[in-house]
């Protein structure tokens, strides 16, 4: 009998090659899922923006910097009205889109709306302190018209603060406190600075001391009506009424702008911030400190910027630089040969794209210096010497507002123009307030005494009045030049230690 295995076997290898079919199918699938998901996991973290590693930790840097930001509390002159009192309820979705100084909301006000002017009245904003021994910036705004000034630690110390020196046009001030060993902020180099960085503010919005916001630079050299001198830094920093002088940071802690203003329908925050960059603060207050005023160039000229018609009638590429419209007859411009109808397209070596960039240059610029010009005249590019003069208004240093003086007890403000040409003096200051026990009074000063000298120096400003009284030889006396009822007298100021 035959016996036939084939079929079996045949039956046994199939088994066997369906069973590591199914084995190797199982693998497969695995393999596939792993890498599958794998490439989809890497596809997705690539093309995420920013993943969570990314994002910045700014607990370090409130840590260690917070301590120098401080709060500024403002007791103002009586007026008898505020800026405030004709407009609505500054919350109202009514108000027109402008652009608001932090300055005009008051803490504790439902609604943000200053109470009728009056003994009290007054601020706040914010500042910061740039040198151990009590030096602050913050914004002009905030001190204006101010009888006195608070200024508030994070450790709940506080200090009153003399106004050292002011800048209307750039919106920044100088404050001083008698302290030492008081933490400090370094100024940054805001040339450096990228649109979409990260940023960091901190200051006292609605009177909210400490409080820290984060954002983005979203563009730069922003030219705001009415500021034609600044260059702002624009962010999207939640800033609010109250953070005005605070400052604004990069991740290295530097001070890369100081808080200035927000475009508001509401009066808040609405994702439009604009601070001061830090290179024009340290111009700015190195002049302060040095002067007690800014002195700001001028070119003389009238302009205007360059559309796509005008460019190409120029034989510009495209629409850049500052169109001179008109020149100052007698100006530095003039003088220098620039005529109607120039195109500016640098200044100093900087290139500028919009008319808009030439004032914060010129106003920048080194006084009686000659700066460079290079401008398209008849479709040729020529480079001149200009030489910068100084513009005749600036020394203005917040003329109308007064100064307290603390250490010898007295509050002085600028003469006015009146009586400077009945005295026929240029600057000086008027006593408007003497503190009884205080050395101005013991020495005879009194109230209506028009400043004139301090030592050998004379009085140009409020500011610079006060300046003169702190870098007096202490425990001495200083002899003080004033006219009273019209007539000349000497008085022997002695200077507390």
């Given at each position: 009998?035959?016996?036939?295995?084939?079929?079996?076997?045949?039956?046994?290898?199939?088994?066997?090659?369906?069973?590591?079919?199914?084995?190797?199918?199982?693998?497969?699938?695995?393999?596939?899922?792993?890498?599958?998901?794998?490439?989809?996991?890497?596809?997705?973290?690539?093309?995420?923006?920013?993943?969570?590693?990314?994002?910045?930790?700014f607990k370090r840097l409130v840590a260690e910097k917070g301590a120098a930001v401080?709060?500024?509390?403002?007791?103002?002159?009586?007026?008898?009205?505020?800026?405030?009192?004709?407009?609505?309820?500054?919350?109202?979705?009514?108000?027109?889109?402008?652009?608001?100084?932090?300055?005009?909301?008051?803490?504790?006000?439902?609604?943000?709306?200053?109470?009728?002017?009056?003994?009290?009245?007054?601020?706040?904003?914010?500042?910061?302190?740039?040198?151990?021994?009590?030096?602050?910036?913050?914004?002009?705004?905030?001190?204006?018209?101010?009888?006195?000034?608070?200024?508030?630690?994070?450790?709940?110390?506080?200090?009153?603060?003399?106004?050292?020196?002011?800048?209307?046009?750039?919106?920044?001030?100088?404050?001083?406190?008698?302290?030492?060993?008081?933490?400090?902020?370094?100024?940054?180099?805001?040339?450096?600075?990228?649109?979409?960085?990260?940023?960091?503010?901190?200051?006292?919005?609605?009177?909210?001391?400490?409080?820290?916001?984060?954002?983005?630079?979203?563009?730069?050299?922003?030219?705001?009506?009415?500021?034609?001198?600044?260059?702002?830094?624009?962010?999207?920093?939640a800033v609010n009424p109250g953070n005005s002088g605070g400052p604004l940071f990069?991740?290295?802690?530097?001070?890369?702008?100081?808080?200035?203003?927000?475009?508001?329908?509401?009066?808040?925050?609405?994702?439009?911030?604009?601070?001061?960059?830090?290179?024009?603060?340290?111009?700015?207050?190195?002049?302060?400190?040095?002067?007690?005023?800014?002195?700001?160039?001028?070119?003389?000229?009238?302009?205007?910027?360059?559309?796509?018609?005008?460019?190409?009638?120029?034989?510009?590429?495209?629409?850049?630089?500052?169109?001179?419209?008109?020149?100052?007859?007698?100006?530095?411009?003039?003088?220098?040969?620039?005529?109607?109808?120039?195109?500016?397209?640098?200044?100093?070596?900087?290139?500028?794209?919009?008319?808009?960039?030439?004032?914060?240059?010129?106003?920048?610029?080194?006084?009686?210096?000659?700066?460079?010009?290079?401008?398209?005249?008849?479709?040729?590019?020529?480079?001149?010497?200009?030489?910068?003069?100084?513009?005749?208004?600036?020394?203005?240093?917040?003329?109308?507002?007064?100064?307290?003086?603390?250490?010898?007890?007295?509050?002085?403000?600028?003469?006015?123009?009146?009586?400077?040409?009945?005295?026929?003096?240029?600057?000086?200051?008027?006593?408007?307030?003497?503190?009884?026990?205080?050395?101005?009074?013991?020495?005879?000063?009194?109230?209506?005494?028009?400043?004139?000298?301090?030592?050998?120096?004379?009085?140009?400003?409020?500011?610079?009045?006060?300046?003169?009284?702190?870098?007096?030889?202490?425990?001495?006396?200083?002899?003080?030049?004033?006219?009273?009822?019209?007539?000349?007298?000497?008085?022997?100021?002695?200077?507390?230690?």
């Amino acid at each position: 009998m035959t016996v036939n295995f084939s079929a079996p076997q045949s039956s046994v290898q199939s088994s066997h090659i369906a069973a590591f079919a199914a084995i190797a199918s199982e693998t497969f699938r695995r393999i596939f899922a792993v890498v599958f998901l794998s490439v989809i996991c890497a596809f997705a973290t690539a093309s995420m923006p920013v993943s969570a590693i990314d994002l910045p930790d700014f607990k370090r840097l409130v840590a260690e910097k917070g301590a120098a930001v401080v709060k500024v509390t403002v007791t103002a002159k009586p007026t008898g009205s505020t800026l405030t009192d004709s407009l609505p309820n500054l919350n109202e979705e009514e108000m027109p889109e402008f652009f608001r100084r932090f300055f005009e909301e008051l803490p504790d006000q439902p609604g943000g709306r200053p109470p009728a002017q009056g003994p009290d009245a007054g601020g706040f904003g914010s500042g910061f302190i740039v040198s151990e021994d009590g030096y602050i910036v913050t914004n002009a705004h905030v001190i204006q018209n101010a009888e006195s000034i608070l200024v508030g630690l994070p450790d709940q110390r506080q200090f009153d603060a003399t106004l050292i020196g002011a800048d209307q046009r750039t919106d920044l001030a100088v404050l001083k406190v008698e302290a030492t060993g008081l933490p400090m902020l370094e100024l940054g180099d805001s040339k450096k600075l990228k649109v979409g960085q990260w940023v960091l503010a901190i200051g006292s919005p609605f009177g909210f001391e400490y409080t820290a916001t984060q954002g983005i630079v979203s563009a730069l050299a922003r030219s705001l009506p009415n500021d034609s001198y600044v260059p702002f830094i624009q962010t999207d920093v939640a800033v609010n009424p109250g953070n005005s002088g605070g400052p604004l940071f990069d991740l290295d802690g530097n001070v890369i702008g100081v808080n200035s203003q927000i475009f508001s329908r509401s009066g808040g925050y609405m994702g439009l911030s604009f601070a001061i960059p830090a290179n024009m603060v340290k111009s700015v207050t190195a002049q302060l400190l040095d002067k007690g005023y800014v002195s700001r160039g001028w070119l003389g000229v009238t302009i205007q910027d360059v559309n796509q018609a005008l460019a190409e009638s120029f034989g510009l590429d495209k629409p850049a630089g500052a169109l001179v419209a008109s020149v100052t007859e007698g100006g530095p411009a003039a003088l220098a040969g620039i005529r109607a109808g120039d195109v500016i397209l640098e200044f100093n070596g900087d290139a500028i794209s919009l008319s808009a960039d030439l004032p914060p240059m010129v106003g920048s610029a080194i006084v009686n210096e000659n700066a460079a010009v290079t401008l398209l005249r008849e479709r040729e590019q020529i480079t001149i010497d200009v030489m910068i003069e100084e513009l005749a208004e600036e020394r203005n240093t917040m003329d109308a507002g007064p100064v307290v003086n603390r250490a010898i007890g007295v509050i002085v403000e600028a003469v006015d123009v009146v009586l400077r040409a009945k005295l026929g003096i240029d600057g000086g200051v008027t006593v408007t307030s003497v503190d009884a026990d205080g050395v101005a009074a013991v020495a005879g000063i009194v109230v209506g005494d028009v400043i004139t000298s301090v030592g050998s120096e004379s009085v140009s400003s409020p500011a610079q009045f006060s300046k003169l009284i702190e870098e007096s030889e202490q425990g001495k006396s200083v002899a003080v030049l004033l006219y009273r009822n019209g007539d000349p007298l000497f008085i022997a100021l002695p200077v507390p230690e």
